[in-house]
C-alpha cells in the first residue's frame, strides 16, 4: 500500500490545512497535501513512524540514486499567508495567542492596503531566507542527490542545504542555523516512487515568507520529496510534502505543499549560478516613519554614503594603491558602458 493511500484510510479528515485546496501557479496545479497519519508529540516522533513504516528505507547507489539535475524554479505551493489570511484577514486558531498577536503587529506596522507589512524584509541586510523560506523563494535551485547525502542549492545568498542521508542529527557547534540540520532516507513508495523523508531540527527563527508570521526557534519540519508528473505541462516536477511543527507559534502543526519546475529555458540562456555576494547589499539601511514602521531604502550612485558595490582601490583594497591598474571589479562592463560611480 502506498503511504497516499495508508494515510487516508487510516486519518479520513486529519489534514490541517484546508480540504482539497488547489493553488494553481505556472498553469500546472498544485497535489493535495498530505494528511497527518496521526497525531505526533513531536517531529521526529513523526519521522521515526515513516523510518518504520517503509522498513528503513533503501540505500541507493550513484546509479540508482533519484537524478534531479539541471535548474529549478518555484512552482505552485500551499505556503506563503494561504494558512493564516483569508481574504485579507487573519484566519483565528492557527497562531498560538503570542504569534498571532506578533504577526498582526507586523501586519499593522505597513498599510495592509497596500502591501500587509512587507516594507522590511530581513534578507535585504544579507540575511538567508533560511528554512521554511528556502522553500518558496522564487530564485533558481540545484538538487544535487548522492548516496550518502543531498546538496541542494539556492541561488539566493548561497543558501544551501545539506541532508544527510541515514545518518543522525550532529551538532557540535551548540547553536541553530539558517537551514538546521537535515537527515534523511531514501524509500520506495508504491505511488509516489522514489521518496526521500527529510528531518530538519536546530532553525533559526524566521518566517514562511516575507510578510507571513514569524517562526520560533522550536520550529522542527518533516518532508517528503518525490518526482511526479505534470500532464498539462508535459514535464517532471518535484513536489514536497512539508509537515511543519512548531509548539511557540503553531497551535497545530501544519501539512504544506511546494513544488519546483525545471527551467531549460534559462540552462538554453546561459545562467548559472553564481557566488551571491553580500556586498552588493552594503548600500541598504533602514528608516523609521514616525509611527514606527520600518522601510528598507536603498542608496543609490550620487547618493551621500553611496559605497559602490562593484569596488576601487580605495574603498575595496585600501591596503593597495588608488591608482593600481587592473583592480576594477567588472572590466568586461566597463568596456561596454560608459559610466563611473
Given at each position: 500500500m502506498?503511504?497516499?493511500?495508508?494515510?487516508?484510510?487510516?486519518?479520513?479528515?486529519?489534514?490541517?490545512?484546508?480540504?482539497?485546496?488547489?493553488?494553481?501557479?505556472?498553469?500546472?496545479?498544485?497535489?493535495d497535501?498530505?494528511?497527518?497519519?496521526?497525531?505526533?508529540?513531536?517531529?521526529?516522533?513523526?519521522y521515526?513512524?515513516?523510518?518504520?513504516?517503509?522498513?528503513?528505507?533503501?540505500?541507493?547507489?550513484?546509479?540508482?540514486?533519484?537524478?534531479?539535475?539541471?535548474?529549478?524554479?518555484?512552482?505552485?505551493?500551499?505556503?506563503?499567508?494561504?494558512?493564516?489570511?483569508?481574504?485579507?484577514?487573519?484566519?483565528?486558531?492557527v497562531?498560538?495567542?503570542?504569534?498571532?498577536?506578533?504577526?498582526?503587529?507586523?501586519?499593522?506596522?505597513?498599510?495592509?492596503?497596500?502591501?500587509?507589512?512587507?516594507?522590511?524584509?530581513?534578507?535585504?541586510?544579507?540575511?538567508?531566507?533560511?528554512?521554511?523560506?528556502?522553500?518558496?523563494?522564487?530564485y533558481?535551485?540545484?538538487?544535487?542527490?548522492?548516496?550518502?547525502?543531498?546538496l541542494?542549492?539556492?541561488?539566493?545568498?548561497?543558501d544551501?542545504?545539506?541532508?544527510y542521508?541515514?545518518?543522525?542529527?550532529?551538532?557540535?557547534?551548540?547553536?541553530?542555523?539558517?537551514?538546521?540540520d537535515?537527515?534523511?532516507?531514501?524509500?520506495?513508495?508504491?505511488?509516489?516512487?522514489?521518496?526521500?523523508?527529510?528531518?530538519?531540527?536546530?532553525?533559526?527563527?524566521?518566517?514562511f515568507f516575507?510578510?507571513?508570521?514569524?517562526?520560533?526557534?522550536?520550529?522542527?519540519?518533516?518532508?517528503?520529496?518525490?518526482?511526479?508528473?505534470?500532464?498539462?505541462?508535459?514535464?517532471?516536477?518535484?513536489?514536497?510534502?512539508?509537515?511543519?511543527?512548531?509548539?511557540?507559534?503553531?497551535l497545530?502543526?501544519?501539512?504544506?505543499?511546494?513544488?519546483?519546475?525545471?527551467?531549460?529555458?534559462?540552462?538554453?540562456?546561459?545562467?548559472?549560478?553564481?557566488?551571491?555576494?553580500?556586498?552588493?547589499?552594503?548600500?541598504?539601511?533602514?528608516?523609521?516613519?514616525?509611527?514606527?514602521r520600518?522601510?528598507?531604502?536603498?542608496?543609490?550612485?550620487?547618493?551621500?554614503?553611496?559605497?559602490?558595490?562593484?569596488?576601487?582601490?580605495?574603498?575595496?583594497?585600501?591596503?593597495?594603491?588608488?591608482?593600481?591598474?587592473?583592480?576594477?571589479?567588472?572590466?568586461?562592463?566597463?568596456?561596454?558602458?560608459?559610466?563611473?560611480?
Open positions: 502506498s503511504l497516499t493511500k495508508h494515510l487516508k484510510i487510516i486519518a479520513a479528515g486529519l489534514s490541517l490545512t484546508a480540504s482539497g485546496a488547489m493553488f494553481a501557479q505556472f498553469n500546472a496545479p498544485t497535489p497535501a498530505l494528511p497527518f497519519p496521526m497525531e505526533f508529540e513531536t517531529s521526529r516522533e513523526h521515526d513512524y515513516l523510518l518504520d513504516y517503509y522498513k528503513g528505507g533503501v540505500k541507493h547507489d550513484y546509479l540508482s540514486v533519484p537524478k534531479w539535475e539541471g535548474l529549478w524554479s518555484t512552482g505552485g505551493n500551499t505556503g506563503g499567508n494561504r494558512p493564516f489570511v483569508e481574504d485579507g484577514e487573519i484566519i483565528e486558531g497562531l498560538t495567542p503570542e504569534y498571532e498577536a506578533a504577526f498582526r503587529y507586523r501586519r499593522d506596522l505597513g498599510d495592509q492596503a497596500f502591501n500587509a507589512g512587507v516594507d522590511y524584509d530581513r534578507l535585504t541586510t544579507c540575511e538567508p531566507a533560511g528554512m521554511p523560506r528556502w522553500l518558496l523563494e522564487p533558481v535551485r540545484e538538487f544535487l542527490n548522492t548516496p550518502t547525502y543531498s541542494w542549492h539556492n541561488d539566493l545568498a548561497n544551501t542545504r545539506r541532508i542521508i541515514n545518518q543522525e542529527h550532529v551538532n557540535i557547534d551548540g547553536t541553530h542555523f539558517a537551514a538546521g537535515s537527515i534523511g532516507f531514501w524509500a520506495i513508495d508504491d505511488e509516489l516512487g522514489n521518496v526521500l523523508v527529510v528531518h530538519t531540527e536546530d532553525i533559526y527563527p524566521a518566517d516575507r510578510g507571513t508570521p514569524p517562526t520560533s526557534n522550536q520550529a522542527e519540519s518533516v518532508e517528503i520529496y518525490y518526482e511526479y508528473w505534470d500532464e498539462e505541462n508535459d514535464q517532471k516536477r518535484i513536489g514536497v510534502n512539508v509537515y511543519w511543527y512548531d509548539d511557540l507559534a503553531l497545530e502543526p501544519l501539512s504544506l505543499v511546494y513544488t519546483f519546475r525545471p527551467r531549460p529555458d534559462m540552462e538554453a540562456a546561459g545562467l548559472r549560478i553564481r557566488y551571491w555576494e553580500c556586498a552588493q547589499n552594503q548600500n541598504t539601511y533602514l528608516t523609521f516613519d514616525e509611527e514606527g520600518p522601510n528598507t531604502q536603498y542608496r543609490l550612485p550620487g547618493d551621500p554614503g553611496y559605497l559602490d558595490p562593484r569596488g576601487t582601490p580605495a574603498t575595496r583594497n585600501p591596503d593597495l594603491p588608488a591608482d593600481l591598474i587592473g583592480q576594477e571589479k567588472s572590466p568586461i562592463f566597463d568596456d561596454q558602458f560608459d559610466f563611473a560611480f
